[in-house]
């Protein structure tokens, strides 16, 4: 009787043991990739079309003369307010050396003028500014919040999408698939 | 410059002195005597004092504005106000551990203090478990988030503390919250000590019920406030957002009531011994888990804190180290005292608690499910979803209806076996008068639908159970009286407020008058104003009912230059019956407001009744023993 319940508790104990280390597993996968989302293949997803407000001259731009004439495009989320970005920005320097991508910045629910300061401070990787002063297109588009990265190719599909602030890791994929 | 160095040696030294409390005590463990060494007392003091003159150490250089400290530079500005200099401290990731970590020393001396009836043993375990836990945190501390950080050379001028958590509520959120969980340290401390010195006994369930009241007290406040911060500040018009934080904090608090109830029968007999550690544990892991869910970044959630997966790493270890500590601690030591069996009728009070129990724990398991369900789907799947509001009410909404019927029966029952009397014919009238005044409520807006009937008039058959306990005689415990009829206001608050809550969203510009069904809205004027941190754009309106009763709301922007940030402040018109928020948001090169305007009804009596909750849990505090 007394060695039955012995042996039973020893099960509990090692079953127990299994169950938090299966989830201590899975929180430090978590961990390691939890800012990075990729689309499934078959389903890659097409960019939405929007129109938006240039930062630097105003104008009404549709997202079809913005997504035009380059190999791939990354769409980057941002605002001057963010700390994250100023993190970020660096990497997206370095991104914007390479001739093979485009680098859009969508400003998101941000000042002009505090943008326009961002950008003379730390420089301008972008192509171009558009801006997202409600944050509506940045819903559309599924961000979660700013910073936030797409990288879209030729055909206006969407084949990554970076949450959070650009790191090594997420530079170097970028960087495996422009080649 | 000077402080911080202080502070930074300070901790150093607090570190050491929890070396030489475990070397000290394990030598005071095996020595006859029969009280605890003076000089554990010392260690221990000296311990909080190193942290403290650090924590001051940090504050000091938040109001001198020392950009050299790299916290400061990160989250204070010259041009902040000094009060929220001050709570600028514990506003960030290294000041708030820093706060934990005070907090800690504090709970473990003032336990050594207090326990001096207690067994030596059970105390020097008790303290050396409690050391551990210190340790961790001060190694949390000093290698990934180190507050004293020096940066060269010094910056100018700081980044800012976000404006969004500018606020007073907020500003004692923090502190208030960690009384709370770190109270919970000394209750998994204590029980895991009381298992290996094999003392699961009457006594202390007395003695460890006092601990259990405070981290539940403090903890209820500090959601309280949190609440209260969101509602005011996020200008959202909801209190309560299901956001993977609050329900980090949440969690703890479901475990924390189902043992503040367990320990009333742990404190009659013994029986469910197992089950009051096993939720100790839980608590306190819980409360853990919460700080590594929040602070590793795992998540994504309306509160933005520092997201580095070091950080993440360390927590996950040190939790999972804990967790394992604890189960094998409770395997190997843990000895069922079965012998007295006492045998309880099915309709008693250890009954009703048992089943506020498996409620605790179901409420508990929802939300724990909705909170990590999405890692680890994406761990193993790499699917994406993310879990709102829908998918909790849904869970938890029925499941309140038989909660609610069961706690207004559980406490008029008697401990061991309750006769069933006669049912008396005041209660069906009750329950009768309940269900009528719901029918009528939901008749009146419309959507009478068979489970709302039903949840509304078992709320009210709670909320009149509990007025009419409060008269009655029969037994004397004031301070759950006024809990569970601060529970009952508490909830029925909450279902009248979702239901008679009414919106109105339009775009306006100056001048511009909205009419709608119960009024109108008039845009009277603007005015700008400068303030030593922000600009503001103050928006005059006119609330007019349809019977000519009018209130002027004016609801600002605000255009904080330290980080550039804009936020808009609701202005809230707070009444016994309704509170009336009013909110404007900048849109399209400033000629048209887009203008919010909610009535939520019993908004107050929300946080009244979590007053009285935890006002409850003090009186229980102050009772003396013998007026029971």
């Given at each position: 009787m007394k060695n039955k319940v012995i042996l039973k508790n020893k099960v509990i104990l090692i079953v127990l043991l299994l169950f938090f280390t299966f989830c201590f597993v899975v929180l430090y996968k978590g961990l390691n990739n939890s800012n990075i989302y990729i689309p499934k293949t078959i389903y890659e997803k097409t960019l939405i079309n929007f129109s938006s407000k240039d930062l630097f001259s105003k104008n009404e731009i549709s997202s079809d003369k913005i997504f035009i004439d380059s190999e791939f495009y990354i769409l980057n989320i941002w605002a001057s307010w963010c700390l994250p970005c100023r993190y970020e920005h660096p990497k997206l320097m370095q991104l914007s050396k390479n001739s093979s991508v485009k680098l859009i910045g969508l400003n998101y629910k941000d000042n002009p003028s505090n943008a326009?300061?961002?950008?003379?401070?730390?420089?301008?990787?972008?192509?171009?500014?558009?801006?997202?002063?409600?944050?509506?297109?940045?819903?559309?588009?599924?961000?979660?919040?700013?910073?936030?990265?797409?990288?879209?190719?030729?055909?206006?599909?969407?084949?990554?999408?970076?949450?959070?602030?650009?790191?090594?890791?997420?530079?170097?994929?970028?960087?495996?698939?422009?080649? | 410059m000077l402080a911080n160095q202080i502070g930074y040696y300070s901790l150093i030294l607090g570190l050491v002195s929890a070396f030489l409390i475990i070397f000290v005590s394990i030598k005071n463990f095996n020595n006859t005597n029969q009280s605890i060494d003076k000089r554990i007392f010392s260690l221990s003091f000296m311990q909080f004092f190193f942290v403290a003159v650090s924590f001051l150490g940090l504050i000091f250089s938040f109001i001198n504005s020392d950009f050299s400290n790299e916290t400061v530079f990160n989250n204070s500005h010259t041009a902040k106000p000094l009060f929220y200099k001050i709570s600028g401290t514990w506003g960030n990731h290294e000041?708030?551990?820093?706060?934990?970590?005070?907090?800690?020393?504090?709970?473990?001396?003032?336990?050594?203090?207090?326990?001096?009836?207690?067994?030596?043993?059970?105390?020097?375990?008790?303290?050396?478990?409690?050391?551990?836990?210190?340790?961790?945190?001060?190694?949390?501390?000093?290698?990934?988030?180190?507050?004293?950080?020096?940066?060269?050379?010094?910056?100018?001028?700081?980044?800012?503390?976000?404006?969004?958590?500018?606020?007073?509520?907020l500003a004692i959120h923090p502190p208030i919250l960690y009384l709370g969980y770190v109270g919970s340290s000394i209750i998994f401390s204590s029980s895991l000590a009381a298992v290996t010195q094999n003392y699961i006994s009457k006594a202390w369930a007395k003695h460890i019920k006092v601990w259990i009241l405070i981290s539940w007290i403090f903890l209820t406040l500090g959601i309280m406030l949190g609440s209260i911060w969101a509602y005011y500040e996020l200008g959202w018009g909801g209190f309560?957002?299901?956001?993977?934080?609050?329900?980090?904090?949440?969690m703890p608090w479901l475990c924390l009531t189902a043992l503040l109830h367990c320990i009333l029968i742990l404190e009659k007999k013994l029986p469910i011994s197992s089950w009051v550690i096993i939720l100790s544990i839980a608590t306190f892991t819980l409360s853990m888990s919460g700080t590594f869910l929040v602070r590793s970044g795992i998540l994504n959630s309306v509160h933005t804190f520092a997201n580095d997966p070091q950080r993440g790493i360390f927590i996950l270890v040190f939790l999972f180290i804990l967790i394992f500590l604890s189960l094998i601690i409770f395997f190997v030591f843990h000895k069922n005292n079965n012998q007295e069996i006492v045998k309880t009728?099915?309709?008693?009070?250890?009954?009703?608690?048992?089943?506020?129990?498996?409620?605790?724990?179901?409420?508990?398991?929802?939300?724990?499910?909705?909170?990590?369900?999405?890692?680890?789907?994406?761990?193993?799947?790499?699917?994406?979803?993310?879990?709102?509001?829908?998918?909790?009410?849904?869970?938890?909404?029925?499941?309140?209806?038989?909660?609610?019927?069961?706690?207004?029966?559980?406490?008029?029952?008697?401990?061991?076996?309750?006769?069933?009397?006669?049912?008396?014919?005041?209660?069906?009238?009750?329950?009768?008068?309940?269900?009528?005044?719901?029918?009528?409520i939901l008749r009146k807006i419309g959507s009478a639908n068979l489970?709302?009937?039903?949840?509304?008039?078992?709320?009210?058959?709670?909320?009149?159970?509990?007025?009419?306990?409060?008269?009655?005689?029969?037994?004397?415990?004031?301070?759950?009286?006024?809990?569970?009829?601060?529970?009952?206001?508490?909830?029925?608050?909450?279902?009248?407020?979702?239901?008679?809550s009414s919106e109105v969203i339009t775009n306006l510009e100056v001048g511009e008058?909205?009419?709608?069904?119960?009024?109108?809205?008039?845009?009277?004027?603007?005015?700008?104003?400068?303030?030593?941190?922000?600009?503001?754009?103050?928006?005059?309106?006119?609330?007019?009912?349809?019977?000519k009763n009018s209130i002027r709301l004016k609801p600002e922007l605000r255009i904080y230059d330290q980080p550039a940030i804009i936020t808009s402040e609701a202005d809230i018109k707070t009444t016994l019956y309704a509170d009336k928020f009013l909110v404007m948001n900048l849109i399209k090169d400033n000629e048209y407001f887009n203008v919010r305007y909610q009535v939520k009804p019993f908004m107050i009596w929300i946080w009244i009744s979590t007053l009285l909750l935890a006002i409850g849990g003090m009186f229980n505090l102050f009772q003396k023993p013998n007026e029971k």
């Open positions: 326009k300061k961002f950008l003379n401070e730390f420089g301008n990787p972008y192509s171009m500014v558009i801006t997202d002063k409600k944050g509506t297109i940045s819903i559309e588009l599924g961000a979660y919040g700013v910073p936030e990265t797409f990288l879209i190719n030729k055909d206006k599909k969407i084949i990554k999408k970076f949450i959070g602030s650009l790191n090594q890791k997420s530079l170097k994929e970028i960087n495996l698939i422009l080649k | 000041g708030s551990l820093l706060l934990w970590l005070l907090v800690l020393t504090l709970f473990i001396f003032l336990f050594l203090i207090r326990s001096n009836k207690q067994p030596k043993k059970y105390r020097i375990v008790t303290l050396l478990f409690q050391q551990v836990i210190i340790i961790g945190f001060f190694l949390f501390l000093l290698k990934t988030s180190n507050p004293f950080s020096y940066l060269f050379p010094i910056p100018k001028e700081g980044l800012g503390l976000n404006p969004i958590l500018q606020d007073p509520a309560w957002f299901w956001d993977p934080v609050e329900n980090v904090s949440l009728h099915w309709l008693s009070k250890e009954t009703s608690i048992l089943i506020n129990n498996w409620f605790m724990m179901y409420f508990l398991s929802v939300v724990l499910i909705g909170t990590v369900y999405p890692i680890f789907l994406e761990v193993l799947s790499s699917e994406k979803i993310s879990i709102g509001p829908p998918f909790y009410h849904k869970l938890i909404v029925p499941f309140l209806i038989p909660f609610l019927i069961f706690m207004s029966i559980g406490p008029n029952l008697n401990w061991i076996k309750s006769e069933v009397t006669k049912i008396r014919i005041q209660i069906v009238l009750l329950f009768i008068i309940s269900l009528l005044i719901s029918i009528l489970i709302n009937t039903i949840l509304i008039s078992a709320a009210f058959y709670l909320f009149f159970i509990t007025i009419k306990d409060f008269f009655s005689t029969k037994f004397k415990n004031y301070p759950q009286k006024i809990s569970h009829f601060g529970f009952s206001l508490l909830i029925l608050s909450i279902l009248l407020n979702n239901i008679f008058k909205f009419s709608f069904k119960e009024g109108s809205i008039t845009f009277e004027s603007v005015k700008n104003t400068e303030s030593k941190n922000y600009r503001s754009i103050i928006g005059y309106f006119k609330i007019e009912d349809n019977k």
